[in-house]
T-cell receptor, first 114, second 112 residues
Framework: DAMVIQNPRYQVTQFGKPVTLSCSQT?????MYWYQQKSSQAPKLLFH???????NEADTPDNFQSRRPNTSFCFLDIRSPGLGDAAMYLC?????????????FGQGTRLTVV | TQLLEQSPQFLSIQEGENLTVYCNSS?????LQWYRQEPGEGPVLLVT?????EVKKLKRLTFQFGDARKDSSLHITAAQPGDTGLYLC????????????FGKGTKLSVKP
C-alpha cells in the first residue's frame, strides 16, 4: 500500500493561475518535505515541516507556499505559476530531521504550465 | 555550496554487463543514501551507508562508502532491464540539522 500519496499525478495549469498540489501520508511521520525536480536535475528542497514548524529554504521563491493542516496532509500552493515552474514536485516524509534518516517519497506530481 | 557530483550522467549498456557509478563530494558526510527513481515515479531508497569504508550488498548491487566519507560507488553485476532508472545519491550531515543533499543522478538504461 502506498504510504505517501500525491494528488494529482499530473496537473496542467495556466500561466499565472494559482494551483495546489496535495500530499498525504499514512506513516505518521513528523517531517514532511516538498522538493522540485526538473529534468536531469537533482531534487531541490523547497521547504519542510517538522510537525507544525515550517522551514523555508533560503532560495525558495515567494511564489511557493505550503500548508500542513494536520500530521497527515501537506499542500504546496503556487500562487502565480510561471513557465519556469513546470517540473516534477515530490513530497517526502521522514520520522525525524537530519540527513541520516530515511526519506519516503510519493510518486510525484508532474506540473505543466501552459 | 555543498555539491554531490555523480558520474557518469548517462549510461546505456546491454543486459548482462557490469557497471559502476560514482558519487563524489569535497564535503564529509555522516551518511550517504542511494535512491533509484523510475520514470514518472518518486525516488525509492536502496541503501544507507554510514561508516567510512563500509560495503553493503543488495542482491546484484554493491554499495561502498569511501574511507573519508566523501564519496561512494554503486556497482551492479549482470545488469538487467529492470535496473533501468535514475540512480540518485544523497548525502546527510546527521544530527537534527540539515537535510539530504541530492546529486543530479546517473540515468541508466539496460537494453535486453
Amino acid at each position: 500500500d502506498a504510504m505517501v500519496i500525491q494528488n494529482p499525478r499530473y496537473q496542467v495549469t495556466q500561466f499565472g493561475k494559482p494551483v495546489t498540489l496535495s500530499c498525504s501520508q499514512t506513516l505518521n511521520h513528523n517531517v514532511m518535505y516538498w522538493y522540485q525536480q526538473k529534468s536531469s536535475q537533482a531534487p531541490k528542497l523547497l521547504f519542510h515541516y517538522y510537525d507544525k514548524d515550517f522551514n523555508n529554504e533560503a532560495d525558495t521563491p515567494d511564489n511557493f507556499q505550503s500548508r500542513r493542516p494536520n500530521t497527515s496532509f501537506c499542500f504546496l500552493d503556487i500562487r502565480s505559476p510561471g513557465l519556469g515552474d513546470a517540473a516534477m514536485y515530490l513530497c517526502a516524509t521522514s520520522r525525524r530531521l537530519g540527513g541520516n534518516t530515511e526519506a519516503f517519497f510519493g510518486q510525484g506530481t508532474r506540473l505543466t504550465v501552459v | 555550496t555543498q555539491l554531490l557530483e555523480q558520474s557518469p550522467q548517462f549510461l546505456s549498456i546491454q543486459e548482462g554487463e557490469n557497471l559502476t557509478v560514482y558519487c563524489n563530494s569535497s564535503s564529509v558526510f555522516s551518511s550517504l543514501q542511494w535512491y533509484r527513481q523510475e520514470p514518472g515515479e518518486g525516488p525509492v531508497l536502496l541503501v544507507t551507508v554510514v561508516t567510512g569504508g563500509e560495503v553493503k550488498k543488495l542482491k546484484r548491487l554493491t554499495f561502498q562508502f569511501g574511507d573519508a566519507r566523501k564519496d561512494s560507488s554503486l556497482h551492479i553485476t549482470a545488469a538487467q532491464p529492470g535496473d533501468t532508472g535514475l540512480y540518485l545519491c544523497a548525502g546527510g550531515y546527521g544530527g537534527s540539522q540539515g537535510n539530504l543533499i541530492f546529486g543530479k543522478g546517473t540515468k541508466l538504461s539496460v537494453k535486453p
